[in-house]
């Protein structure tokens, strides 16, 4: 396992990851700080861990919001996908109707002779 050190609002903390996984978790401590360090601004040195709650809140209204997002782009994406298919179904219909039309008659057999 692996350990990587992150800078969060001035401190160090040594956090462990999976092998392979360290440079995607210095990617999020990151964000991460970039999220705190706007709070900083905005409201102050409040706290290491006030700053971090409300970071941590703001990052899940984030993720919430393209959850949502991605929700509403799937269920668009499905109803254009129905009505893709039901188009087709008609045209396959249509299609068959059309075969169907020109296909000859079945001749009756008028029976067997002996």
């Known amino acids: 396992m692996a350990q990587v050190d992150v800078t969060i609002n001035g401190r160090e903390y040594r956090?462990?990851?999976e092998d392979g996984q360290e440079q995607h978790l210095i990617g999020l401590a990151a964000y991460l700080n970039a999220r705190v360090a706007e709070l900083v601004r905005e409201v102050g040195q409040i706290g290491d861990t006030r700053l971090l709650v409300m970071a941590g809140l703001l990052v899940a209204d984030e993720l919430s919001d393209m959850k949502d997002a991605l929700d509403a782009e799937r269920g668009l994406r499905q109803a254009e996908m129905a009505g893709r298919l039901d188009k087709l179904a008609g045209r396959i219909e249509?299609?068959?109707?059309?075969?169907e039309a020109d296909r000859p008659a079945p001749v009756a057999s008028a029976g067997k002779r002996a």
């Open 15 to 17: 956090i462990a990851c």
């Open 94 to 99: 249509s299609l068959a109707a059309g075969i």
